[in-house]
T-cell receptor, first 111, second 117 residues
């Protein structure tokens, strides 16, 4: 099955700075890459996703980039705010529907 | 639609007892995932179904774990007998898989926090 590696495991930034989280995947057949945000005690919720036919997608302060050749994708959060503090998970998914997650990144945005 | 609904929200049970976790998919969804979340191991995929059929159960820890989809909108995850190391938050998630394999967003339930003492 798919193997997803995620770095860093923890990330602390100052409010207003940017945050970048990186993931790699092992199966070149993977074609869908979602990112989930999980606040303490709550369920993971999708914040952005990207399919393998595009290289970049942006939604306000959040962007995701995908490099299919290198099999890695990244989440970029600009102008971070304290409410961005949470655990972020990347995932990779392919046609047989398997969806596996990275280990997660605990992001702390300091006011 | 109320989203993916899991029950119970919390379960405390004694070692050796049978535990059944329940999940109701979003109406119209045809893919179902069960995950286990712990601090040490993160979000582990246990099993997933397409159109009520289990596709990959290689993530199920041992024979004590079993999962079923008796119909298109409902699934159960059963642990028998339960052990303290099974303590975790169990999530189910559902999505719609389009013809040709195109996958849509997966929505998570609120999770079941299981404590085995």
């Amino acid at each position: 099955g798919e193997n997803v590696e995620q770095h860093p495991s923890t990330l602390s930034v100052q409010e207003g700075d940017s945050a970048v989280i990186k993931c790699t995947y092992s199966d070149s057949a993977s074609n869908y890459f979602p990112w989930y945000k999980q606040e303490l005690g709550k369920r993971p919720q999708l914040i952005i996703d990207i399919r393998s036919n595009v290289g970049e997608k942006k939604d306000q302060r959040i962007a995701v980039t995908l490099n299919k050749t290198a099999k890695h994708f990244s989440l970029h959060i600009t102008e971070t705010q304290p409410e961005d503090s949470a655990v972020y998970f990347c995932a990779a998914r392919y046609n047989n529907n398997d969806m596996r997650f990275g280990a997660g990144t605990r992001l702390t945005v300091k006011p | 639609d109320a989203g993916v609904i899991q029950s119970p929200r919390h379960e405390v049970t004694e070692m050796g007892q049978e535990v059944t976790l329940r999940c109701k998919l979003i109406s119209g969804h045809n893919s179902l995932f069960w995950y286990r979340q712990t601090m040490m191991r993160g979000l582990e995929l246990l099993i997933y179904f397409n159109n009520n059929v289990p596709i990959d159960d290689s993530g199920m820890p041992e024979d004590r774990f079993s999962a079923k989809m008796p119909n298109a909108s409902f699934s159960t995850l059963k642990i028998q007998p339960s052990e303290p190391r099974d303590s975790a938050v169990y999530f189910c998630a559902s999505s719609f898989r389009l013809t040709g394999g195109l996958n849509t967003e997966a929505f998570f339930g609120q999770g079941t926090r299981l404590t085995v003492v």
